[in-house]
């Protein structure tokens, strides 16, 4: 179906129904308990989790399979959200105008950089991307302040032109009338609440699209190409072969993911800020993709969900809420088990983001995805009676590439 | 011709199957949900109502966040019966009675602003979202102020502003859902230029360094303003961003400008550094066109002189508030927050406490949490007893107007939070000016937005 042969077929539509039923897995607990403190399903995370699973799928389609690391990826993001509020003040609120916006100028801008950054392979490259994106940043924020607004952030103001502007239209980011910010249905089973929200289905109708997208490059022979140059691109060239229209190929259509998912930021939240530029987010992509696993179809969107999970639900839970937590404990031990919690949540939800991905490093090379391998090898092993067939078996599913 | 085919049993089907699609809603719509839908965004339900605190707790402004939420948890105590009731006592009106608001334990959730405005901005939508807060209150730099602002502005949430500053959170960038309690900087010069003027004189040659964004502009242009009126010449004015923890390259050029008085626009950690870097470059020892070369910092805390030690010795800045003021409210407030805390709080602390009251306060007059019915309580109130002294919530742009400190670095101070000494308290009348003044032109409050 839709050119894919039927493994893949089935792996596309086990992808969409888990992004169509976001809203429900990620609200596993009901309201008033104890745990619905680690529920997701709110419609900011949701959208978080789609629009980042975006940027990195589209930073895999350059690192994961042409190996060529950018640490720049963050300058993408910020043009797609300029972009996108620029539309904003100058037409109206309607996000029809502004995304292919954001695609366009990011897929400019990734054609520039990567004109220049990809003359230089390895740790050089990294370098030069960084370099392009902390320009970016420091434009962003103080030198090009009247198209940018600084640090403060694009925002539209009452005054603004928006000259489409109707009387009747929505004073917040729509698409034809869908504004953004509502829910469609918020249905409450029990003691369980459910927010279906438009943004959220927006963004998981385009990531779902993007998906696609990066499978059918994954599969074709554009994709082996990109997997020959991360294997031996110098054995390449000595072929003969210009190995660099390729990579500037991966790298502009990586742009344009991530310019995607920097428009479809400001789509849910019409604002721009230039510290999504700054090199702390093209970081943050990069750790996406490596604790997903790189190189994999679906470790990408793993890794930013994960991240995503741990910055909006770890970094809120208090003092107050570890009290709670150990409520039943006796005072002096409870006091001593918030201590020994504090500096793990809250505001330390760096570190244990940052212990968690050296242990996943460590243990886990092949990220998330190598974990949920790993597992399925456990359960799988069961159905093979010979002892032979079974390490033979095993042998061969460790070669296939991870998907 | 269309053709059709209506079976009995193909009837009854689709019949089920509508009503049972019908039914749907109503089944899941449970009498907990219907109920939430008051005519406003998150209306508390049950016995509990939610507030946000979001505060930086990391970044350059961290220091601040720190206090602000210590002074949030103990409003919330005080605003719960517990503790020793803090300011409910001292406090003008008197609905209050520590039972929570309108009957309601009160009971709250924070985040962490990281001192940029998307991640702030994302905090309080979870609050929102998530959490049901029907308030959020706090941030500790003026660009995540409007950020956040805007955001409840939207969304149909009040917003209790915690340390802003700049001007446009309440010119340019107001909104009728958002309140400053805080001082802004316009104040800050108009308080500060009489003081200058007695202790370095008329003629002054001024030099700025200026954070770069909304609270730095609109800081550099009030003192500029207030300066010039008082005679003082403008040499040269530089922007540095806020991310910069170095500021030594801005700071040579200073000696060779020809400036006699270096004006530090800059907040918290910044601050700090650039105060520093300029005390160890050795500029107070100078002598510029015959006389002692000075720094000025506008906006003062008490958490930056600590950071700053001796270097602050002298300076001149204004501030919100200090625990050292000797009436009722400011002393009730510093002695629970000292007992609970064990030092004293700093004006970021004091600004949120009031705000976390004075909403409180509000939805108590109003009988309701209803942000439409908050703002009406809220605007053109009059208070005293927090801690400023008579106090007006200005129904025009959602300013607080009341007196204003300027502080001085103490040269012998007795141990660390006691780095500054009032010189001045800059009576109300002072500092007020119209809504539609220049510095504060350009933007509208619009209608109170109640959300869904």
Known sequence: MLGLNSKDTKFLLIVIFLTLATPILLQPFPEGSGMAQFNAGYPDLMQRFAIYGIFAIGFNILFGLTGYLSFGHAAFLGIGSYSVVWMYKLLDYNVI????LAIITSGIFALAIGFISL????????????AFAQMSFALAYSVLTPLTNGETGLQVYRSDKQVLLGATEPTSPHFFGIVM????????????????????YFCAIIAILAFYLSL?????????????????QQRMNYTGLNSRPYTLAAFVISGMYAGLAGGLLASMDPLAGAERMQWTASGEVVLMTILGGAGTLLGPVLGAGFIKYFENIFSKINDNVLHTWFGFLPDGIEDFMVTIVHPFVGKGWHLTLGLLFMAVVIFLPGGLVELGQRVGRLFRRRDINSADAEAKAAKQRANTPAE | MSKSNFTRRGLIRTGAASGAALAMPSIFTGA????????????PQGDTVTLGFNVPQSGPYADEGMDELRAFELAVEHLNGEGDGGCLATFSS???????ILGKKVAYVTGDTQTK??????SAKSMIEKDGAIMISGGSSSGVAVAVQGLCQEAGIIFMAGLTHSNDTTGKDKKANGFRHFFNAYMSGAALAPVLDKAYGADRKAYHLTADYTWGWTQQESIQAATEAIGWETVNNVLTPLASTDFSSYIAPVLNSGADVLVLNHYGGNMVNSLTQAVQFGLRDKQVNGKDFQIVVPLYSELMAKGAGANIKGVFGSTNWSWKLQDEGTQAFVRSFGTKYGFPPSNAAQTCYAQTLLYADAAARAGSFNPCAIVEALEGYEFDGLGNGPTLYRAEDHQCFKDVLVMQGKENPDNEYDALEIVEITPRAQVEYAPDHPMFAGGSLGECNPGA
């Open chain 1, 97 to 100: 105008w502004g995304l292919p």
């Open chain 1, 119 to 130: 003359r230089r392979s390895g740790i050089y490259f990294s370098i030069l991307t960084l």
């Open chain 1, 181 to 200: 910010r509502e829910n469609f249905w918020e249905p409450s089973v029990g003691n369980w609440q459910f927010t279906f929200n438009n943004g959220y």
């Open chain 1, 216 to 232: 059918r490059i994954f599969r074709s022979p554009f994709g082996m190409m990109l997997r020959a140059i991360k294997s031996n």
């Open chain 2, 32 to 43: 907990a949900w219907s109920a939430a839908h008051s005519g406003y965004t998150n209306a």
């Open chain 2, 94 to 100: 008197k609905v209050l009675d520590g039972t929570g």
């Open chain 2, 117 to 122: 405005s998307d991640a702030a901005r994302a």
